[in-house]
């Protein structure tokens, strides 16, 4: 029976698991690389001297630190898109529950399946993290930031380890997203598969009370030292991704109205992203990560350059912006993957709105004003994690107020993530629009 | 009357070489209601689809609401669906997780015309006071009826039902009927109902039973056991 369920869950929509495997397959990499990283810069054959150069400069620190974000990266975006796909699944697991299946029974089935997807991402991923582990750490020896004796070693413990975090993470995103459906009594389990699902009872006000925590420690880290605001920018930073995670709903049913400003389709968007606001918020907390963690990073440096005239060592450059490479990729890869699930998901819909009147075209541009509505709030709900975590920073260390953004990288991020937005949208709007639409309500 | 509905000679053939329909002729006045009646498999749901602009004939021609469908492009042919045909399907296919209203004026805000205010056509389908509820929360029947709604907002020449009775029992059923009778007698509209149920075919003017995709009935529709009759001689013989 619980495979049977899962065969059911793939078949209907393979790609709900396309989102899922990849961010893991992803995560898989990092955590390889991070831990190939710190085997190579503990392995290597240096001198004293050498080494306590590292240790004083915080090279040697510079994997366990990559390490520990993948970790907290691959927790809350391996988790969300789990999620989205098991929230995804909710009609099929009601009509699992009402043809015999205890809640006990139904969360294994889910459990099951959120594993049978972490094997072969992890698989794939591995390879994937040793390659860009030997690129890395030949980048760190190319632009001198360590001595030219550290070469590449593969840690022994890449394999369980890299497995522990894929299977742990979406095992954990699965089955909080399985408490729902799994609980419910079967007959309202049908009728609630239907409905709109709960109303953020516990997620919006835990979601407002991080961020409140958040932008209070802020404010609190400004008028202390600068040492201080910057061991505590982490925990700003923290707080606030988990928080515009936790509120991804609300945000987007904030944002939604600002739409209807663009006319007849944009009323029809509106109305749609509040009604998905739910599915669409998983690929919002992905962008707004990648937004903030790229935004942070680019911005810091940028004003120490500005206020201070003193231009970054190419070195330190290197490795802040491959590291921010590497992670705000990471999150955009994740945020276009659950875009795709939830658009591939509403074929129907979208055959109704064509059966009611909308050509193709103008099915299109509604999808496209729905694209607009998630760019605008992750760029937003990004600038101001960004904005929250480094304006401490920057009034303790720099004594100032004013972040300097630079254009092109202004520019950037907009266009970046709009382009990721639509591709996660319109790009499978339109390849399902092709098909008559009669044939998809059949 | 001139009619607001007219097939001439119209053929479906698919790419298998099957043909659904052969030569049907079929002309539909205003305010008429018409239930195509046929076996499994007759042509009659390609006979609603080749006549509403939902699939294009392979031979022949369709005019709805005084407009050549034939050689439109899709989206030409989209405008003409949104402006002057309304549909109900048995599935409902309404956007479920929305609410009452934003289904039901989905077609005005898509451009269509504004024939009649949201609070009129829900008096109409007898849900007065349901505007702001979702309608996933609502049962088949509410369903059934908030999709009759969503068909007359914008005061449309025809109608298309398919199967509009399919999912519902006799009682609810026949109250989606009454609409779409009330749907040609008070606005004028002429409906084009598919249907496999002899009771639901009671309440139309005019019968038309397929055979293998040729017309083997048009005709004033008898009672509901007549119907039956001459339905269980059709089959038998495409049988």
């Known amino acids: 029976m619980n495979s049977g369920m899962i065969r059911q869950a793939v078949r209907r929509n393979p790609w709900a698991f396309l989102g899922p495997a990849t961010t893991q397959a992803l995560a898989a990499a990092l955590v390889t690389v991070g831990l190939c990283a710190m085997a190579s810069l503990d392995g290597a054959p240096l001198t004293v001297a050498q080494r306590a150069r590292m240790v004083e400069d915080g090279s040697t620190d510079a994997g366990l630190l990559f390490l520990i974000s993948s970790i907290y990266l691959s927790v809350l975006i391996v988790g969300v898109t789990m999620g989205t796909a098991i929230g995804d699944q909710a009609r099929d697991l009601a009509l699992f529950r009402t043809v015999g299946a205890t809640p006990a029974r139904t969360r294994r089935a889910i459990a099951l399946q959120a594993g049978l997807v972490a094997v072969p991402a992890t698989l794939a991923g591995v390879p994937l993290g040793l390659l860009g582990g030997a690129a890395w750490v030949h980048g760190l020896v190319g632009h001198g930031i360590v001595p030219a004796e550290v070469t590449f070693r593969v840690h022994g413990g890449v394999l369980p380890i890299a497995f522990a975090v894929t299977v742990g993470t979406s095992l954990l995103g699965a089955l909080i997203a399985a408490i729902r459906p799994s609980r419910l009594r079967p007959a309202m389990a049908l009728a609630e598969a239907a409905v709109a699902r709960g109303r953020g009872r516990v997620r919006t006000p835990l979601g407002l009370l991080l961020v409140a925590g958040g932008s209070t420690l802020s404010v609190v880290l400004s008028g202390l030292d600068a040492e201080t605001a910057d061991n505590g920018g982490l925990l700003v930073m923290l707080s606030m991704c988990f928080g515009t995670g936790l509120l991804g709903p609300v945000l987007l049913r904030v944002a939604a109205p600002v739409a209807r400003l663009i006319g007849p389709a944009g009323r029809v968007a509106a109305d749609n992203v509040v009604a998905r606001s739910r599915s669409l918020s998983g690929a919002l907390v992905p962008l707004t990560l990648a937004v903030g963690f790229a935004a942070f990073t680019i911005v810091i440096g940028a004003t120490t350059e500005h206020v201070t005239g003193v231009a970054m060592g190419g070195a330190d450059k290197w490795l802040t912006y491959s590291g921010t490479g590497v992670y705000s990729a990471f999150a955009a890869v994740a945020g276009v993957n659950t875009l795709i699930t939830v658009m591939r998901a509403r074929g129907r819909d979208l055959a109704v709105m064509r059966l009611v009147g909308a050509t193709q075209g103008h099915t299109l541009t509604v999808v496209i004003c729905e694209a607009l509505v998630v760019t605008a709030t992750a760029l937003v709900a990004g600038a101001a994690v960004a904005a929250a975590t480094l304006l401490p920073l920057l009034h303790t260390a720099l004594g100032t107020w004013v972040p300097w953004v630079p254009l092109p990288f202004l520019i950037g991020v907009v266009v970046g993530t709009a382009a990721l937005v639509l591709a996660g949208l319109a790009l499978p709007a339109a390849v399902m629009l092709r098909r008559p639409p009669i044939e998809v309500i059949r | ?239």
């Open chain 2, 1 to 239: 009357m001139e009619s607001v509905l007219s097939l001439v000679s119209v053929s479906r053939r698919y790419r298998r070489g099957v043909l659904a329909l052969r030569d049907v002729s079929l002309e539909v006045p205003a305010g008429q209601f018409v239930a195509v009646m046929g076996a499994t498999g007759s042509g009659k749901s390609t006979l609603l689809h080749c006549a509403a602009g939902l699939d294009r004939p392979t031979g022949g021609r369709v005019r709805l609401a005084g407009h050549d469908l034939t050689g439109m492009r899709e989206s030409a042919r989209t405008r003409l669906r949104r402006d002057h045909a309304g549909f109900v399907f048995q599935a409902y296919n309404l956007l479920s997780e929305l609410t009452v209203r934003q289904n039901v004026t989905l077609p005005v805000r898509l451009g269509g015309p504004r024939g009649r205010t949201v609070d009129e056509v829900l008096d109409q389908v007898g849900l007065a006071g349901f505007a702001k509820r979702p309608v996933g929360e609502l049962s088949g029947g509410q369903r059934q009826r908030v999709a009759i709604a969503r068909a007359l907002i914008t005061s449309p020449s025809v109608v298309f039902a398919d199967e509009p009775t399919g999912a519902l029992d006799p009682t609810t059923g026949g109250r989606v009927l009454a609409l779409l009778r009330a749907a040609a007698d008070r606005d004028g509209a002429a409906v084009l109902m598919v249907t496999h149920d002899p009771a639901a075919a009671a309440w139309s003017d005019r019968l038309v039973l397929l055979r293998e995709g040729v017309i083997a009935y048009d005709g004033p529709a008898p009672r509901a056991d007549e119907i039956a009759d001459r339905l269980r001689g059709v089959s038998a013989v495409a049988a």
